[in-house]
């Protein structure tokens, strides 16, 4: 293994550290430290990996690999304390690494996925898109990646940010129109568990058909006296989201 494969130091305990730090202490990489704001997520993933916690971050040894799982606003102020001598990647998707402090080894290890501790997940079957300020250092990362998953590719920041994007509206926005049915069936006194076979069906679906082929309801079907109806019985954003939604799906199928 490259030396530089030997030691890894990673800054973040979150959902994402914790993955990554543990699938690949599971391929034989060297855990050497982990450091966090949060020193009780610190020394629960470091014992994990049977690493060493680190608070001081220019402690870190010089040579080892930085793997910095930190949200998006913090990445310039941890890569400041980062000695030079440390080659980093980090695992943001939405930040250029042209708007980064210029540095020998800098490096993206963007795993294009939801993550949550208590979740199981396959690695091997998540997305991760490489990036790097210099070709041998992509090189590196790219097999890095490959320890890990089956699914790796380069992709610029531009392409990135462009999926990132995409990522957004098929997870985080999806899962907050779930929220508000649940929120909205609960406050009938009505029990959302009946909807979770649907939800199911629908994600099935995707996977083999197309989604402007696999569209129903009634935008779809221009039923306004229907979208009246619910319209009726919504109010603040719940409203507004549905309103916009619906208008969407309308358009969206009237120019066809």
């Not at 402690?59 to 606003?73: K, M, R, T």
């Not at 993550?115 to 991760?128: A, G, I």
């Not at 990036?131 to 590196?140: I, K, M, V």
């Amino acid at each position: 293994m490259d030396k530089l494969m030997d030691a890894v130091s990673i800054i973040g305990a979150g959902n994402v550290a914790t993955h990554l730090a543990l699938n690949l202490k599971n391929k034989g990489f060297n855990i050497y430290s982990v450091s966090s704001k949060n020193s009780l997520s610190a020394k629960v993933l470091a014992a994990q990996v049977d690493a060493i916690v680190i608070d001081d971050l220019r402690s870190i040894p010089s040579g080892n690999l930085v793997l910095v799982c930190v949200n998006d606003e913090a990445i310039k102020l941890v890569l400041s304390q980062i000695s030079l001598d440390n080659p980093i990647i980090y695992t943001a998707g939405n930040v250029e690494i042209s708007a980064l402090p210029k540095r020998p080894n800098l490096g993206v290890f963007y795993p294009l996925q939801t993550f949550s501790k208590e979740q199981d997940l396959q690695l091997s079957e998540v997305p991760f898109l490489i990036e790097a300020n210099n070709h041998l250092f992509a090189e590196l990362i790219f097999q890095i990646a490959k320890k890990i998953s089956n699914y790796v590719v380069y992709a610029d920041s531009i392409e990135r940010k462009k999926l990132h994007l995409g990522a957004v509206f098929i997870n985080n926005f999806t899962n907050h129109l779930v929220y508000l049915s649940k929120k909205y069936l609960e406050s009938q006194q009505l029990n959302w568990e009946i909807l979770k076979p649907l939800l199911e069906e629908t994600f099935k679906k995707l996977k083999s058909v197309e989604p402007y082929e696999a569209q129903t309801g009634p935008a779809r079907r221009n039923d306004q006296e229907t979208i009246k109806d619910h319209i009726q019985k919504l109010e603040g954003s719940s409203k507004e989201i549905y309103e916009a939604i619906s208008k969407s799906i309308l358009e969206t199928y009237q120019t066809k």
